[in-house]
């Protein structure tokens, strides 16, 4: 097996034996057969908000979509900034929005300047540029549609918009290109499976998704510092809608998908007050510091757009 492509070789061999000659005599003919693996993007989600929690206004699905040879790279990343809270074992820490932001569990007795730095480095991990990374969210305002329908709502719109960006590799240069959706294990996760399924095969309100490898995977997020990603990615665009509080927001905006030159990748179902709200925020007190350099510096993103 290939290990950078993923691709399967394997080599066949026959002996051609001529009418009435001992098998020992006959000739003996190798061939190898390619079979070629699409690459694959993997679109890390979580939610923010619940669907029917009256103590807010919003719901959030979002995450990011990242090349399948890059992962490593991105978690090498984030490592690092959770020693900084527990250097003999790092992996006990766990990045999650509203913990660091409040601080809670992990995060109970942490400074806030160093919850803050570790915020703002690990989401400055988006801009890398050779990662070229993709932000995929859907914002519903509770009060716009039935409860019943939001969850749909939101997968379809950023099931939809993830599909079309692999669409548009092959579009654009011939580039064939899988998806796979990955999530929290405490998302909604027999739902979101039976949508997947459905988009695929029966199709939805905007088309039919035609790029999924299969239906999404759900992983516990404490073993996976992407999902933990995502988690920060879903929150800040929350406190964002929610809060009026656009510090993180900032740092995930310029990796939002475009097409066009318009911003595609953010799906949201607003009412015009929030609109005017959105727009009115003014600076905060408390801004956010630069970020330590994590960011900087990384592989090359084979595959990626």
């Given at each position: ?25 006959g000739?003996i ?6 079979f ?13 908000g ?22 490593h ?6 490592n ?18 509203s ?5 809670k ?19 400055s ?5 050779q990662?070229?990374l993709?932000?995929?969210a ?6 716009t ?12 719109a ?26 929290d294990?405490a ?5 979101l ?6 988009f ?6 905007l ?10 995977l759900f992983?516990?997020?404490?073993a996976?510092?992407l999902?933990q990603?995502a988690d ?13 509080d656009?510090?993180g927001?900032?740092l ?8 066009a ?8 179902s ?9 727009a009115?925020?003014p600076?905060?007190?408390y801004?956010?510091p ?9 592989p090359a993103a084979?595959?990626?757009t």
């Open positions: 097996m290939d290990v950078e492509s993923g691709a399967l070789s394997i080599t066949v061999r026959w002996t051609i034996v001529p009418p009435g000659s001992p098998i020992s005599t000739r003919i190798a061939a190898r057969f390619h070629a693996r699409p690459p694959v993007h993997l679109l890390y989600l979580d939610e923010s619940h669907p029917h929690d009256p103590g807010t206004q919003f719901f959030v699905l979002a995450g990011f979509a990242v090349f399948e040879r890059s992962t790279w991105l978690e090498s990343r984030i690092p900034i959770a020693a900084r809270f527990s250097p003999q074992e790092p992996s006990a820490i766990e990045f999650h929005g913990p660091m932001y409040s601080a569990d992990d995060w109970a007795g942490v400074a806030p300047a160093d919850r803050v730095q570790a915020l703002v480095d690990v989401l991990l988006l801009s890398n540029p990662l070229q993709r932000v995929f859907s914002v519903i305002e509770k009060s549609m039935p409860q019943d329908q939001i969850l749909e709502r939101s997968f379809e950023v099931a939809h918009q993830f599909d079309q960006y692999l669409a548009d590799m092959w579009a654009r240069r011939r580039d064939a290109q899988r998806g796979l959706v990955v999530c294990k998302s909604y996760e027999q739902r499976q039976a949508l997947s399924s459905l695929k095969h029966q199709g939805h309100a088309g039919r998704l035609r790029n999924f490898a299969e239906v999404p992983l516990d997020s404490k996976s510092r999902i990603m920060l990615v879903a929150y800040w665009i929350f406190r964002y809608y929610q809060s009026k656009d510090r927001f900032r995930i905006e310029p990796s939002i998908l475009c097409r030159h318009q911003r595609v990748g953010l799906v949201a607003v009412t015009p007050a929030t609109e005017a709200a959105l009115a925020i600076p905060h007190k801004p956010f630069d970020p330590t350099g994590a960011a900087v510096g990384g084979d595959g990626a």
